[in-house]
T-cell receptor
Framework: DTGVSQDPRHKITKRGQNVTFRCDPI?????LYWYRQTLGQGPEFLTY????????KSRLLSDRFSAERPKGSFSTLEIQRTEQGDSAMYLC???????????????FGSGTRLTVV | AQSVTQLDSQVPVFEEAPVELRCNYS??????LFWYVQYPNQGLQLLLK??????LVKGINGFEAEFNKSQTSFHLRKPSVHISDTAEYFC????????????FGKGTKLTVNP
């Protein structure tokens, strides 16, 4: 169990550029989540996948944001035409899919800190 | 919809003193409850969770929390804190049988002073 890995750890980009982040979940976890955390706030839900299917999206996920999990393993989050308001920590988490076992509690990665200048 | 209120944004304490971090929630359905800790520039680590059963739950690093349904609270406690407990603590809820969305409070910054 190597935990949830996120890459890159830090990204500085100019306003208007596109950025892509990657998340590798714990291998046996089939649920994957993206959250955004701005300074002084708790994490806010963006979207979640079960295997390769994107099952829930927040209204926070504007048209400039797209997330994929093509083979049900790693996931990418792309932000197009970045704005200064996109500056935040982007957190990925994963969890097992078997709720019957009461196996709740996500495992979070260390996050990608995005700064838009 | 669910919401979480963490009543204190900052809690300073001295080393070896007891501490309580307060959390209240609002929900129209039953929820599961969680406490996470976040060290600087890191992700969140699960401290403990309440799913069902005994209302007093014990977690890692000597922390415990008590679920109070009538007061819709889930306060986190530790009888004696260490310098290494300095971190941000987040309370979160998850609706039972519904959305996969964890709803977090704004966090409480715990600072343990020598």
């Amino acid at each position: 169990d190597t935990g949830v890995s996120q890459d890159p750890r830090h990204k500085i980009t100019k306003r208007g550029q596109n950025v892509t982040f990657r998340c590798d979940p714990i291998s046996e976890h089939n649920r994957l989540y993206w959250y955004r955390q701005t300074l002084g706030q708790g994490p806010e839900f963006l979207t979640y996948f079960q295997n390769e299917a994107q099952l829930e999206k927040s209204r926070l996920l504007s048209d400039r944001f797209s997330a994929e999990r093509p083979k049900g393993s790693f996931s990418t989050l792309e932000i197009q035409r970045t704005e200064q308001g996109d500056s935040a920590m982007y957190l990925c988490a994963s969890s097992p899919g078997t709720r019957r076992k009461g196996n709740y509690g996500y495992t979070f990665g260390s996050g990608t800190r995005l700064t838009v200048v | 919809a669910q919401s979480v209120t963490q009543l204190d944004s900052q809690v300073p304490v001295f080393e070896e003193a007891p501490v309580e971090l307060r959390c209240n929630y609002s929900s129209s359905v039953s929820v599961y409850l969680f406490w996470y800790v976040q060290y600087p520039n890191q992700g969140l680590q699960l401290l403990l969770k309440y799913l069902s059963g005994s209302t007093l739950v014990k977690g890692i690093n000597g922390f415990e929390a008590e679920f109070n349904k009538s007061q819709t609270s889930f306060h986190l406690r530790k009888p004696s804190v260490h310098i290494s407990d300095t971190a941000e603590y987040f309370c979160a809820v998850l609706a039972q049988g519904g959305s996969e969305k964890l709803v977090f409070g704004k966090g409480t910054k715990l600072t343990v002073n020598p």
